[in-house]
């Protein structure tokens, strides 16, 4: 053990964090890449309520209840709400997750377009 021992390991190790240190930069600047990309589609302009009612609830929402709104397992049908829900009680469904249905508060608003795309369809 002549010598510096140390010094290839040091070395090793400064070349070791640099590298870290540029990828890091180079995978930020393509994670914003992506998410520009991706982020036009979550941005969609809707016409109608009822159309951003729709794609919320099949990416929400279907994966339990199902596409065409009849349930999926022990999970409830929602395709029979006109008549023993208001939009504002199923809002409130939607907000709350009564059961082992999870809450969806991040909605917000969008929860209304959910509730009238649900009373539409049941119709």
Avoid: W
Wanted: charged share 20%.
């Amino acid at each position: 053990m002549k010598g510096k021992p140390l010094f290839p390991f040091a070395v090793t190790a400064v070349l070791g964090i640099l590298l870290i240190v540029i990828l890091s930069f180079v995978g930020l600047n393509q994670g914003q890449d992506i998410a520009g990309e991706d982020g036009d589609a979550d941005e969609q302009e809707f016409e109608t309520a009822y159309e951003l009612g729709e794609h919320i609830y099949l990416q929400s929402c279907a994966a339990c209840h199902g596409q065409d709104l009849e349930g999926v397992g022990s999970n409830p049908a929602v395709n029979a709400l006109e008549g023993r829900f208001t939009k504002e009680e199923i809002v409130q469904i939607i907000h709350e997750g009564p059961g082992a249905m999870p809450p969806f508060a991040n909605l917000g608003d969008d929860a209304e377009a959910v509730a009238e795309f649900l009373l539409t369809e049941s119709e």
